[in-house]
């Protein structure tokens, strides 16, 4: 197990220290003694990574735990929240699954895929949250808003079905027909990136591993929901380049959401006629 350490500068930012712990017997005292050995530090980034050095340095269990740390510190920013100020909410489960989850995790990064325990966690809990309030609200008057006075977006909540439809095969072939776009495919990151800006997603970062896994043509790897605005930025890249979405996903999915993106500006029907126009 590692202990996980931030310190933080005016000047530099967040610095990350990585501690391994030991457990040793002290023969003069017959007792059990804890130790602890740095073995690596690393500045925290706007992408929340870590340094490609320490995959030879931590254990898998390890590994995992340092990515289930970043997707936490990821998740907390989105409420202005720093890493050493996070809630504790532990979860148990049977020796013998979290040690099939941690191969499991080691095997997916050897063919590029992340499987990361804290992160999948913390985005299906907020989402049922969601739901739940959702619920709640449909049920009595007066709308609780106990999500929204946390920074919540609850005016984006999805039903279970707007949800699987985001999953839907048939939508990841925008993401395809950029994939098949005749440039290289770190040109079509780029300008996703640039197209991503016009939806405030001022630091995203995509990579070619990304698109694969938004088009679904990672060997052995289960769809996981892509944001209304990735689906948009697809259909915006495509008009770009001269290439008519409409022929390529179902139109009704086109323009779904392309209207979610634009809706006050536009009516349902008027954001129908404004996109035929494109």
């Not at 002290?26 to 490609?52: C, M, W």
């Not at 998740?75 to 979860?91: G, V, Y």
């Not at 679904?216 to 930025?233: F, S, T």
Request: proline share 5%; with cysteine; charged share 30%.
């Amino acid at each position: 197990m590692i202990d996980i350490v931030t310190i933080r500068s005016k000047n530099k930012g967040i610095r990350v220290d990585i501690y391994r712990r030991f457990r040793n017997h002290n023969p003069s005292t017959n007792r059990v003694e804890h130790t602890k050995e740095q073995i690596g530090s690393f500045k925290l980034t706007a992408d929340y990574s870590y340094p490609a050095e320490l995959d030879a340095i931590l254990e898998p269990d390890e590994i995992m735990q340092l990515k289930n740390w970043l997707a936490d510190t990821k998740f907390a920013a989105h409420f202005n929240e720093e890493a050493d100020t996070l809630a504790k909410f532990p979860i148990k489960m049977p020796q013998k699954l979290y040690d099939a989850y941690v191969a499991l995790a080691e095997e997916a990064k050897k063919v590029g895929i992340d499987f990361v325990l804290n992160q999948i966690m913390l985005d299906s809990l907020l989402h049922k949250a969601k739901l739940i309030e959702q619920k709640i609200n449909k049920l009595q008057k007066t709308p609780c808003n106990i999500l929204e006075r946390v920074g919540v977006q609850t005016t984006q909540i999805m039903n279970d079905e707007e949800y699987q439809r985001l999953l839907d095969p048939k939508s990841r072939v925008l993401f395809q027909a950029i994939l098949d776009l005749k440039q290289p495919i770190s040109k079509s990151c780029g300008e996703f990136e640039a197209i991503a800006r016009n939806y405030g997603k001022n630091k995203e970062r995509i990579s070619a591993m990304q698109l694969r896994e938004w088009a679904g043509i990672l060997p052995d790897r289960k769809l996981k929901k892509a944001n209304r605005w990735v689906y948009a930025a697809a259909i915006d890249l495509l008009l770009s380049h001269q290439k008519n979405p409409l022929d390529i996903a179902p139109p009704e999915r086109v323009t779904e959401y392309w209207i979610v993106q634009y809706q006050p500006q536009f009516t349902l029907e008027q954001a129908k006629k404004e996109f035929i126009k494109l």
